[in-house]
């Protein structure tokens, strides 16, 4: 049987796709210069993929001529899991506000962790932000290893360590992980996996500097949300 080649990607997709992340990365506006040279590409290369991404509403520029995400963005993420996000931000909303630290919704995408959703407390003092597209490596951080921890190490990113296998197979036992200083300096973060039938897992966590509130304590309330989330989802 004859087998058809598979078609080369498209570069200038691709290059488009990369100026979206080179922005949501940046969390400032930059110029045409700026973008050009993260993209390793001229500035007219630059230029008229960015006029195509603005005409979709992409990104937009501000008054100094600097680019940024665009209010289309926003609405193209509300749709990722859009179930997901709707059965979790009502529990989301009442773990951040009950323990007083930002809880927050992590999915996998290919072997890094993504924030999907997250809620502030409503009368902290100070918080710590965590951005809905925020990203890092599945191999770091709680919520990494609470997703690690629902998957078959066959499953696993190339390049696991001796410690990290025993820090997943840990969490697996106890139901939920827990980190300090390993995706943000200072930051500590418990997380427990999220699964649901017919997905891949994901993740609900809490980050925070200090707590009153004891990691196990913490991951009991987070138990309790993932249950009420995948019990909405019928799973």
Request: charge should be neutral.
């Amino acid at each position: 049987m004859t087998q058809i080649a598979a078609a080369p990607p498209s570069q200038t997709l691709s290059r488009g796709i990369r100026i979206l992340e080179i922005l949501a990365d940046a969390r400032e506006a930059l110029s045409i210069d700026e973008i050009a040279r993260r993209l390793g590409v001229h500035r007219s290369v630059a230029y008229r993929l960015l006029r195509t991404l603005e005409d979709h509403g992409l990104v937009t520029r501000d008054g100094t001529g600097r680019i940024q995400l665009g209010a289309r963005m926003a609405a193209l993420a509300a749709g990722v899991a859009h179930d997901l996000q709707a059965e979790a931000l009502p529990e989301l909303t009442a773990v951040a506000n009950e323990l007083g630290t930002t809880c927050f919704l992590v999915v996998l995408d290919h072997d890094e962790c993504v924030t999907l959703v997250s809620v502030e407390p409503r009368h902290a003092v100070a918080s710590v932000a965590q951005r809905p597209g925020t990203r890092h490596s599945v191999t770091k951080g709680a919520p990494g290893k609470a997703i690690l921890s629902a998957l078959s190490p066959d499953e696993w990113p190339g390049g696991v360590s001796d410690r990290l296998r025993d820090e997943v197979m840990d969490a697996a036992a106890r139901g939920f992980a827990t980190s300090h200083d390993e995706v943000i300096p200072s930051l500590r973060s418990v997380s427990v996996p999220l699964t649901v039938r017919g997905r891949r897992p994901s993740a609900i966590a809490v980050v925070y500097v200090a707590s009153a509130h004891e990691p196990a304590g913490i991951a009991a309330r987070l138990q309790r949300s993932a249950e009420a989330i995948r019990d909405a989802l019928g799973g």
